[in-house]
Structure formats: C-alpha cells, structure tokens
C-alpha cells in the first residue's frame, strides 16, 4: 500500500485538496520520517516540529471550510495550490524567528531572523508547511555540503557519496522522502549539483525570475529555485516562487516564450511542463568539453549525455555538435566576484576561527579585492556572459552533462590543509554548471542515466544531464523537460532509503 511520501508533490496536494489526505497526516509522517533517517542522510540542520504543526493544522482548518462552504453552494476563495504539501527551507535563507546559520559554526546561535524572505512568505502564502531548514555548507561556498554543524549531506543511493552542494540538504531530503519538494538557491550550480548526485529535478530559473528580496545580490549569480522528484513538482514549486517585488535589481524577462512555444503568462509553469505541445522541431546544440585544460569528465557522464542527444532525436529535435563558449581566463573575474561574495557575510572577528578553511581562504581572496576591482570583475564577467550568450543563442536549447564526475565520496573534495585545491576539485567536478549563472540563463538538470556506483559496482547512482534555454525562457524550458520526463520516467526510481 501506497505511503503519503511515495505520492509526488501534485498527488499529495490533490489528494489533500479531495479529503482524502489532510495536511496534519502528511507532515506528521514526514516529522517521523525525519526523526528517524535526518541522522543518516544529513538533510536537516534544524526541524521545527512545532511551527510545521500549527501550519498543517490551520491548512487542515481552511481545507475543511473550504469543502463544506462549496457542499453549501457558498462563494468561497479558492484553496492555496500547493495545500499541504511540506517544503523545507534552505538554512542560506532567513525565516523570521528562526536562526539563520548559513552553515557555519561562527553564526551557531546567532539571533533569530527579525523578517522572512520573500520566497518564505510566498511559499508559505501557497500554501506549503515548512518542517525545518535543510543542510549547507559554509555560506553556500562549495559544492559539497560539510560543515561543522551537522553530518555530511549524504546521497540515499549510496551514503557514502555526498549530496553535493550548495544546495545538498535540500535534495537529500527529497530524494530520502523527508520532503514533499524543497526550496533551494543557485549560484554556480547548487541547486542543479545535487539534483544530480541524488535523483532529482533541478531548476535554475532565469536571473530575475524570483525575487531575492529583501536582500539582494549585487552579481546577479544566486538565485532562488525548487529541487523535485518530477517535472511537474518542480514547475508547481516555481510557479508559487515567481512573484516580482517593486525594485528587484534584476526584473524577470517576460513568459512569453518565443515562436516556437505557446505562452504560459496565464497558466503557469505548470502547464508548460506538459507533453506534446511543442509547436516545432527544436534545434539543440550540445557539447561535452570544457574549458579546464587537460579534464575528462567521467565516461558515466559522457554516456548519460550522449543517452540523452540520442532521446532528443528520437522525439523528432535536431542535435547538433557545438563548441562551449567559455575561454582561457574567462574563470577569473567569477573567482574574484566568489570570493567578495565569501568576504561579504559579516563575522564578528572573535568567531573567525570557526570558519571552515576553504572559507577563510576565499575570504582572504575577496578583501585584497578592492572596489574597483569589483567593479572591474563585475564588467568583466557580463563581457564573458554576453559573449557567451551571443554564441548560444543561435539554439533553442543546449545539451551538456550536469557534472564532470560521478557523485564524490564524502570528504574527496574537501581539502582543509590545501584550500585552493580544494576549489579546483570542485572546479573540476563541475566544470558546465556556472556558465548559466554568468549568462542568467535558465537551466535544468534531469536524472536520464544511472551508473554503477564508484564504491560499489552492484549499486547504481543517477547521472544528471542538463538543458539550457534563452533568457526567460524557463517555460520552454520545463516544456522540454517534461517531454524528456514522459519518454523516459524516473519517478518510480526510489533510493535505498525510501
């Protein structure tokens, strides 16, 4: 018999909206799910029992006056589209009276957040019951999720191998069941990197397309953006997320998507998701180098992403070879703006120790960077993006792997007594990731392929493959996916600790 966590997203919130689930039910059997596995996988940085109570006991209130009023032909405003369903909070993202710990040991017991983020209210608003913020490294910084605050994010196909980062609490949740969906922010990969090392959907909208309000991001390279079990789940998620605010730095492109799409303005996310309403063939380039000299990614991912041009084809797009737009030097301006955005956080100078090393070293890098310099690196980058984006925009969508390796082994990445190798292993480990955070591009990183482990040949792990649209054209995007998505499911695919 079915549990409430083997429903997706969608089927939860219909069911909950039909009766025949309530909100109390399915956050309590997340709460006990949570309760027995965050231990094991690393989800979790801190669970709010109570609060995630209160919020599924008055959705449970409005979803029983709701169905009674309409019983009695009564007017009554419709139920929030996501009624129900728990969706956990990245810890990078403040939720008011809750602490914000950004990972980090120096920000353990720091005061809690006087306000929530936009994205917090919003979720909420739609009707979503958040059970606890989930696992991040340090300020966001790596690609794997280590810290000093909690066990590693762990991969449920194999514990041994990490979640990835930054993002990597978020996705263990989904991908063990202690999560409906859950919220995640992308700077150069981090919602797309673990979606990838655990299973799931990753979608990285366009810049502008959920507010960050009301902090803000002077690069433009984080944004916020759902990590599901399905296509669907994820463009349901984005749906409530894309809300502009009055003075967003940078305003989202419009829906519509173009000639080649219908436009969604009125519809949603959710309906771009759906099969067969392509209008024409779709031209895709696709390349698989990267701009590190002398790096082979994996043949696993290289399989994966010739699996995946090949399914392209055989729903009737035009797969054709590309070259990556990215140069020598290109790296430098990121790593400088990265590094300012590491130094950024303040840290009272008692509690500096308690960085981890790979921040500290980034937060050296960043305060030799002066203003100018910024500045300078900043204009440098959006050269780099344009330039980039100029090169790609001649296909409808772009074709590369999500990562250059299968998931990493927890602790293979990290190098505490060498940080700079440190970063050019996770460099190395996803090489394909941040060229669309440069760009504002959206992207999507889809579980198409699995492999055998790297620690054990008789278990398979998920490889992830990723699509890339034109600016603002996360519509297409998801309408893409979603063809990938039913001609080749996933969602049956369980982990081990399902």
């Known amino acids: 018999m079915a549990q409430p966590h083997d429903l997706t997203m969608a089927e939860q919130t219909e069911q909950i909206r039909r009766g025949k689930l309530s909100p109390v039910e399915l956050t309590e059997h997340y709460l006990a799910r949570i309760e027995r596995l965050n231990d094991e996988v690393g989800a979790y940085l801190s669970v709010n029992p109570e609060r995630a109570r209160e919020q599924a006991e008055e959705l449970a209130r409005r979803a029983v006056q709701y169905r009674a009023a309409r019983r009695e032909g009564l007017h009554v405003d419709p139920l929030p589209p996501l009624l129900g369903a728990v969706v956990p909070i990245k810890d990078l993202t403040p939720v008011a009276g809750l602490p914000c710990t950004y990972g980090s040991a120096a920000m353990d017991g720091s005061r809690p957040a006087r306000e929530d983020a936009r994205v917090v209210e919003l979720l909420r608003d739609a009707g979503t019951v958040m059970p606890g913020k989930t696992n991040t490294p340090e300020f966001g910084l790596p690609a794997y999720t280590e810290n000093r605050l909690a066990p590693p994010a762990r991969s449920p196909w194999d514990l041994r191998l990490g979640a990835g980062g930054s993002s990597g609490g978020a996705a263990a949740a989904v991908a063990a069941g202690l999560a409906s969906a859950a919220h995640g922010t992308d700077g150069a990969g981090s919602i797309r990197i673990p979606a990838s090392a655990c299973g799931l959907v990753g979608f990285k909208p366009s810049r502008g397309r959920v507010t960050t309000a009301p902090g803000g991001d002077a690069s433009g390279l984080a944004v916020h953006g759902p990590i599901a079990r399905t296509v669907l789940d994820a463009a349901l998620l984005l749906d409530a997320m894309s809300r502009p605010e009055p003075g967003d730095p940078f305003p989202a492109a419009p829906l519509l998507t173009g000639e080649n799409f219908a436009q969604y303005a009125s519809d949603g996310f959710r309906q771009a998701q759906h099969t067969g309403r392509t209008a024409r063939r779709l031209r895709i380039g ?213």
């Open 286 to 498: 696709r390349w698989v180098e990267t701009d590190r000299a002398g790096l082979k990614p994996d043949q696993a991912c290289l399989d994966a992403w010739d699996e995946a041009a090949a399914l392209l084809e055989s729903l009737g797009h035009e797969v054709v070879d590309a070259h990556q737009p990215m140069r020598e030097g290109d790296r430098e301006s990121f790593s400088a703006v990265w590094s300012v955005m590491a130094a950024y956080t303040s840290v009272p100078p008692e509690r500096e120790e308690r960085l981890m090393p790979i921040t500290r070293w980034l937060r050296e890098r960043g305060k030799e960077v002066g203003g100018v310099e910024y500045v300078r690196a900043l204009a440098a980058m959006q050269t780099v993006a344009r330039r980039a984006s100029r090169a790609v925009d001649q296909f409808d969508a772009v074709l590369t792997p999500t990562l250059a390796q299968l998931p990493a082994e927890v602790g293979a990445l990290r190098d505490d007594e060498a940080p700079e190798a440190d970063f050019e292993a996770q460099t190395d480990f996803t090489p394909y990731t941040m060229l669309w955070n440069l760009t504002g591009r959206p992207a999507v990183s889809l579980p198409l392929s699995w492999a055998p482990s790297p620690l054990d040949p008789g278990r398979e792990v998920p490889v992830g493959v990723m699509l890339s649209a034109r600016q603002g054209q996360d519509a297409a995007l998801f309408q893409l996916a979603g063809q990938l998505e039913a001609a080749r499911p996933w969602a049956h695919r369980r982990s081990p600790l399902w």
